[in-house]
């Protein structure tokens, strides 16, 4: 049987002033089922009634969100192109490395390790830039460029399913 929230935190609310939160835990268990609440969370709802919150309702949290929309970080992306990945993780409250992952299962990074690669790394001149770009691609398997051949159909299949625009809205 499929219980609410609601209806499992007025069980525990009605049974707060005559019962222990475990007994009550167990009633609701033998009521709607073995794994409907568990002791220590009936007695943190116990601990909540005890100190006045009578509402059944969860709390908004701070912190960052659980998920990040595909879609509106395409959207963010779209809107301005040169954005970071820094300045996206602080619009979107949540990690670089979160916005990054992203970014990659979208295709927007197009060679994850070569980002990986330049991480951290400045330039001063262009000859400079030219010689990591070089021992980047000569450092790579023959698998990397099989798996990159591979993608192509589908890339190409992508682009045109999108009638030039690589990236779909």
Not at 138 to 161: C, H, M
Request: net charge negative; aromatic share 10%; glycine share 4%.
């Amino acid at each position: 049987m499929d219980v609410s929230k609601e209806l499992i935190r007025g069980c525990l609310l009605n049974d707060f002033k005559v019962k222990s939160a475990a007994a009550s835990s167990r009633r609701i268990c033998q009521a709607f089922g073995d794994s409907t609440v568990n002791e220590r969370t009936a007695r943190h709802w116990f601990q909540k009634f005890k100190s006045g919150d009578l509402s059944f309702c969860d709390k908004a949290r701070t912190g960052r969100p659980q998920a990040l929309d595909d879609e509106a970080l395409q959207a963010a992306i779209v809107e301005h192109s040169s954005q970071t990945c820094g300045e996206l993780d602080r619009q979107f409250n949540t990690s670089s490395e979160t916005v990054r992952l992203h970014l990659h299962r979208l295709d927007y990074l197009l060679f994850h390790s070569l980002d990986n690669h330049l991480r951290g790394k400045s330039f001063t001149n262009e000859a400079d830039m030219r010689q990591a770009f070089t021992d980047f691609f000569a450092s790579q398997t023959p698998e990397f460029y099989r798996k990159g051949i591979e993608q192509l159909e589908t890339r190409w299949k992508k682009v045109l399913d999108a009638d030039g625009d690589y990236f779909e809205d």
